[in-house]
């Protein structure tokens, strides 16, 4: 486990960086987060996403997968992959502070 300190407050992730505790996600780490994956800064499209991954994974108690995101947020795979380039689901769960899904390498 390791602590990152963001500018906006230090939370705890794993060696991936993935958030141990979502409670401690805000919009503004999650915008650090996409900063420092090299997405951002987050667009109207990126919140959809990101929104729908928080919303699905306190619903169904995981993080969505890739294609439940396409299919079920209104953004095209696509455009996911633009939006999120080199994994979109790994890398929007990521950012929206969830665990990496299950599928993901």
Same mark, same amino acid.
């Given at each position: 486990m390791t602590t990152a300190e963001l500018t906006i407050q230090a939370v705890d992730r794993n060696e991936e960086g993935f958030l141990l505790d979502s409670s401690q996600w805000t919009p503004? *780490? %999650?915008? @650090?987060? %996409? /900063? /420092? %994956?090299? *997405?951002?800064?987050? #667009?109207?499209?990126?919140? #959809?996403?990101? #929104?729908f991954c928080r919303e699905d994974a306190a619903q169904q108690g995981q993080p969505p997968g890739l294609r439940r995101i396409s299919k079920l947020?209104?953004?095209?795979?696509?455009e996911l992959? @633009?939006?999120f380039p080199k994994g979109p689901g790994k890398l929007a769960a990521k950012i929206a502070g969830l665990p990496k899904p299950q599928g993901c390498i």
């Amino acid at each position: 486990m390791t602590t990152a300190e963001l500018t906006i407050q230090a939370v705890d992730r794993n060696e991936e960086g993935f958030l141990l505790d979502s409670s401690q996600w805000t919009p503004d *780490v %999650a915008q @650090q987060l %996409a /900063e /420092e %994956a090299g *997405v951002g800064p987050l #667009t109207d499209k990126h919140w #959809t996403v990101l #929104t729908f991954c928080r919303e699905d994974a306190a619903q169904q108690g995981q993080p969505p997968g890739l294609r439940r995101i396409s299919k079920l947020s209104g953004v095209n795979m696509k455009e996911l992959y @633009q939006l999120f380039p080199k994994g979109p689901g790994k890398l929007a769960a990521k950012i929206a502070g969830l665990p990496k899904p299950q599928g993901c390498i």
